[in-house]
């Protein structure tokens, strides 16, 4: 739709031989001296203004911006594009095909529900580690992926054809963030109008994984919402939001030898977590900017999540257009790049003051080599401590103490011995670091040095590599090191997220036995971003980042209890010397130089030639075709969901709560993997029983992730998280809860207990504590929640995207007073809660407060007031509407 352009901002902009019409920033008093991210959300509204939802008033607030305010001015942000991966994406996808049906009930034409957005969505969340540390792992596993999700992919190759706007990147292409900077995004978009011109604006988007802020690297504003934001944005419905607080985050010097991209990030995510940047922009800034290759921008954008900010931005420069022309962009399309960014004071000039909301610093030259871990990525450990820090931390993972080494026979024979802090799993994977050169060519010559000396991986760790896109092969092959990250098990195992996101496969049967029948604390360390508890293996207790050399490094180690500095790793039998890491860490210069030898434009112009055909695999899918989907009501992949049943085409009427039943009582720092199901599943819990009943064998199951496209898994997998600890079961680890709908309130899994509230008609809750929601921007954690029958979450503090998609779902999320908590009101989770105010929303009123009263079994009561926390009216509207692909439903069949 076409702005009403009341400031007369539109104009012409011509590069080359062609001309473009855009919308000048300067046409409006103010927007040009915003920061970088303002900037750009500016002109959004510029080209969007509707004088409905996007008004002159909106824009004269952004115009007027004062930075040391509170957010209180929403605004509505319509992203340029939509990215998914299949985990996420899938759902999405089933809940497009369900609308379908939705609005024909509706009496409106089905094929409305169409992104209006382009969509693209790549497949690489799927990809397992079943085989490692062979040369046949890729192909083994990339047939078992297909095998697995055979369902999966033709449902989603149907939605390729039925809706438009929507494509697909096969799996065993990349990672999605990695493809996202190498092909898919624009820096600048355009789009043709109805009448023939051309509009050049911005690329921005929104995607289905909280990383998609990997992106803002490359200068694009963009942010990890959940899938029902996500398929609010594809149906053409704007991102309602604050306008935020924007973090100045300046950069000097230079990384010191010895140092990493990933001891960059994770020294910036404690800096910032510290700080606390959530709900806020963090933009970079300063003379250290252009010294920062864009494959490290990338890295550090990627991380903005586990720093808790919704964008971590850089600004364009000469170095994005170098990466452009590497990645195999176009020549016109560069060039566009420049001439809109200059023209619209987008383009990096250090010289210019720009006025932030808070300033931070970082001297790129004080970054030490760095882990994170055991649990969470902003606890970040100097490797020089790394064994100190592990020792204190092993007592809250052992707590019997010490340990005789356990006796160990591998499959081949191999005698060997494992014990507390053994490494069971090193792998090289994910997007924050397999997308980054520098890094990945440092691990490929460590690896070499380290064969050269004669070292190898000790026999109980389970190595493996899984690169971000083919480009990786592609150079390890050209530099002649993926003989050497062989011999040390570090075979090609797939192209995906693989370990980050759980999905690390079995370990050996002999360790996992030793681990298990020992009670073994072991640890994992992965090149990744996310190590929370539970994640990576259900027989892994202790996880850590760390940049792939030091992933090779651990593997060779063996275990984290290891001073790398004093312990050698090994004696070369050539010589008999000890061989330390110092030893065979790469220069600078030896990695800058394979760098500029071993990759060129000519490698991702060849791997993206073709990136939406696939391989003979995808090729000869059986692709079902109309305009809806035909469930199948056997499928145990893909379910028509009941988000929409019995709804009329206008919103009931909220209601107050009560009589409500806690479900879970939890702590701080829950994270959406604590909530939602990710990784695999035993036979024994909910969802094996279930899959059990429907004829689905144990090696069959497959993990949580791939059968997202299936609630019936899904709720049984909420609240199901092996680490996760309800403080109404002490001493209990596990998807447990107490049972006040039957006698004696006996302990039984959530899903049991769900089912018996919802079968007696008692609304549910949840109490929380601080950064509840943090993580992943998982929507089954939301959708989980609300479909146990949960009607809010009472937190002390809510992680941006998990609050938001609580709204989504029609769950309230709900503050303690100031000060207050779970602990400090008295409440055990044996109380009866009533939620008083919730009605007011009904007459178009959004309360800051709702009165609580928890009703002991004595009859004396715990009362107070807590914060709503529906924070802009739209956001209201959702809630009242039951959700908001209820609203985007409602309103699309009424416009039919």
């Given at each position: 739709m076409a702005s009403?352009?009341?400031?007369?901002?539109?104009?012409?902009?011509?590069?080359?031989?062609?001309?473009?019409?855009?919308?000048?920033?300067?046409?409006?008093?103010?927007?040009?001296?915003?920061?970088?991210?303002?900037?750009?959300?500016?002109?959004?509204?510029?080209?969007?203004?509707?004088?409905?939802?996007?008004?002159?008033?909106?824009?004269?607030?952004?115009?007027?911006?004062?930075?040391?305010?509170?957010?209180?001015?929403?605004i509505q942000?319509?992203?340029?594009?939509?990215?998914?991966?299949?985990?996420?994406?899938?759902?999405?996808?089933?809940?497009?095909?369900?609308?379908?049906?939705?609005?024909?009930?509706?009496?409106?034409?089905?094929?409305?529900?169409?992104?209006?957005?382009?969509?693209?969505?790549?497949?690489?969340?799927?990809?397992?580690?079943?085989?490692?540390?062979?040369?046949?792992?890729?192909?083994?596993?990339?047939?078992?992926?297909?095998?697995?999700?055979r369902e999966r992919y033709q449902f989603l190759r149907w939605g390729q054809g039925a809706f438009d706007n929507f494509k697909v990147v096969p799996p065993s292409t990349g990672i999605v963030h990695q493809v996202n900077i190498e092909h898919l995004a624009r820096t600048v978009f355009t789009r043709v109008e109805d009448d023939g011109t051309i509009t050049a604006y911005p690329d921005t988007c929104v995607g289905t994984d909280s990383h998609t802020t990997m992106v803002n690297g490359l200068g694009v504003l963009g942010w990890g919402v959940g899938g029902i934001e996500a398929e609010a944005a594809m149906l053409g419905q704007p991102v309602s939001m604050l306008i935020p607080r924007v973090v100045g985050f300046k950069l000097t010097g230079q990384i010191p030898a010895g140092a990493t991209a990933t001891d960059v990030v994770l020294t910036i995510t404690q800096k910032l977590r510290a700080h606390g940047v959530v709900g806020k922009f963090v933009e970079f800034y300063g003379s250290g900017v252009s010294a920062v290759p864009l494959a490290n921008r990338a890295t550090i954008g990627n991380m903005s999540p586990e720093f808790g900010s919704t964008a971590a931005i850089f600004p364009?420069?000469?170095?994005?257009?170098?990466?452009?022309?590497?990645?195999?962009?176009?020549?016109?399309?560069?060039?566009?790049?420049?001439?809109?960014?200059?023209?619209?004071?987008?383009?990096?000039?250090?010289?210019?003051?720009?006025?932030?909301?808070?300033?931070?610093?970082?001297?790129?030259?004080?970054?030490?080599?760095?882990?994170?871990g055991p649990k969470r990525p902003q606890d970040r450990i100097t490797?020089?401590?790394?064994?100190?820090?592990?020792?204190?931390?092993?007592?809250?993972?052992?707590?019997?103490?010490?340990?005789?080494?356990?006796?160990?026979?591998?499959?081949?024979?191999t005698q060997t011995r494992l014990n507390h802090g053994d490494v069971a799993i090193a792998s090289i994977t994910s997007c924050t670091n397999t997308s980054n050169p520098s890094v990945m060519m440092a691990a490929g010559l460590l690896a070499r040095k380290a064969v050269a000396r004669g070292l190898k991986s000790k026999p109980w760790v389970k190595t493996s590599l899984a690169p971000g896109s083919k480009v990786v092969t592609d150079y390890f092959e050209k530099a002649g090191l993926w003989g050497a990250l062989n011999a040390l098990g570090f075979n090609l195992v797939g192209y995906g997220c693989a370990t980050c996101i759980g999905n690390s496969g079995p370990l050996s049967a002999q360790v996992s036995a030793a681990v298990n029948e020992n009670d073994l604390a072991v640890v994992s360390v992965l090149s990744g971003n996310r190590n929370f508890e539970g994640r990576i293996n259900p027989d892994v207790k202790m996880n850590y980042l760390a940049s792939p050399p030091l992933v090779i490094a651990y593997a060779l180690a063996g275990t984290m209890d290891f001073d790398f500095d004093s312990e050698p790793l090994g004696t070369d039998p050539a010589t008999g010397e000890q061989v330390f890491l110092k030893d065979i860490w790469p220069s600078p210069e030896e990695v800058q130089s394979s760098i500029d030898s071993s990759i060129d434009r000519e490698m991702f112009e060849k791997d993206y030639a073709d990136v939406f055909a696939g391989d003979e695999r995808w090729q000869g899918l059986h692709t079902p075709e109309g305009d809806t989907f035909s469930w199948d009501s056997t499928s145990t992949y893909v379910r028509k969901p009941p988000y929409f049943e019995g709804m009329g085409l206008e919103p009931e009427a909220v209601e107050d709560i009560h009589g409500a039943r806690v479900l879970l009582k939890l702590g701080d720092s829950v994270t959406t993997d604590h909530i939602s199901p990710a990784g695999a599943f035993k036979p024994e819990t909910p969802a094996g029983q279930y899959l059990l009943a429907n004829g689905v064998e144990r090696k069959d199951f497959n993990s949580y992730g791939s059968r997202r496209g299936n609630h019936e898994?899904?709720?049984?997998?909420?609240?199901?998280?092996?680490r996760i600890r309800n403080e109404m079961v002490p001493g209990v680890e596990g998807g447990f809860t107490k049972d006040f709908a039957?006698?004696?309130?006996?302990?039984?899994?959530?899903?049991?207990?769900?089912?018996?509230?919802?079968?007696?008609?008692?609304?549910?809750?949840?109490?929380?504590?601080?950064?509840?929601?943090?993580?992943?921007?998982?929507?089954?954690?939301?959708?989980?929640?609300?479909?146990?029958?949960?009607?809010?979450?009472?937190?002390?503090?809510?992680?941006?995207?998990?609050?938001?998609?609580?709204?989504?779902?029609?769950?309230?999320?709900?503050e303690f007073p100031e000060g207050q908590s779970r602990d400090t009101l008295g409440l055990t989770g044996e109380e009866l809660f009533d939620i008083e105010g919730v009605s007011v929303l009904n007459e178009g009123v959004t309360p800051k407060?709702?009165?609580?009263?928890?009703?002991?079994?004595?009859?004396?009561?715990?009362?107070?007031?807590?914060?709503?926390?529906?924070?802009?009216?739209?956001?209201?509207?959702?809630?009242?509407?039951?959700?908001?692909?209820?609203?985007v439903l409602r309103d699309l069949a009424k416009r039919s």
């Open positions: 009403i352009d009341s400031f007369a901002a539109r104009a012409e902009l011509s590069v080359g031989e062609q001309n473009y019409s855009y919308y000048r920033l300067d046409a409006v008093e103010g927007l040009k001296k915003l920061p970088y991210s303002l900037k750009i959300l500016a002109e959004n509204l510029l080209r969007t203004e509707d004088g409905q939802n996007i008004t002159t008033d909106h824009i004269t607030a952004l115009a007027n911006w004062d930075p040391e305010a509170e957010p209180d001015t929403e942000f319509t992203p340029a594009r939509v990215i998914m991966q299949d985990f996420t994406g899938v759902p999405c996808i089933v809940d497009l095909a369900t609308m379908r049906e939705a609005v024909a009930d509706l009496g409106g034409d089905p094929t409305l529900i169409n992104p209006l957005a382009p969509a693209e969505m790549v497949i690489d969340h799927s990809v397992q580690i079943d085989v490692a540390g062979t040369p046949f792992a890729f192909e083994a596993n990339v047939e078992r992926e297909y095998e697995r999700n364009i420069d000469e170095v994005t257009l170098d990466y452009l022309r590497l990645t195999g962009r176009s020549e016109e399309s560069i060039a566009l790049v420049e001439a809109y960014a200059k023209a619209q004071g987008l383009w990096h000039d250090p010289s210019h003051e720009v006025r932030y909301s808070e300033y931070l610093e970082l001297d790129l030259a004080s970054v030490v080599p760095s882990i994170a490797l020089s401590e790394s064994k100190d820090s592990f020792r204190k931390t092993i007592a809250d993972y052992a707590p019997e103490g010490e340990r005789e080494d356990v006796a160990l026979t591998l499959a081949d024979g898994v899904m709720i049984r997998g909420t609240f199901a998280n092996i039957r006698e004696g309130a006996p302990t039984t899994t959530v899903y049991e207990a769900a089912q018996d509230y919802l079968a007696a008609g008692t609304p549910l809750v949840v109490l929380g504590g601080k950064e509840y929601g943090s993580g992943s921007s998982r929507d089954w954690a939301a959708k989980g929640t609300s479909l146990l029958g949960v009607k809010a979450v009472i937190a002390e503090s809510f992680e941006r995207i998990h609050r938001s998609n609580l709204i989504g779902m029609g769950v309230l999320p709900l407060t709702l009165r609580v009263t928890a009703t002991r079994e004595d009859s004396s009561c715990v009362v107070f007031d807590a914060r709503l926390r529906i924070d802009t009216p739209g956001e209201a509207d959702y809630y009242r509407n039951g959700g908001i692909l209820q609203y």
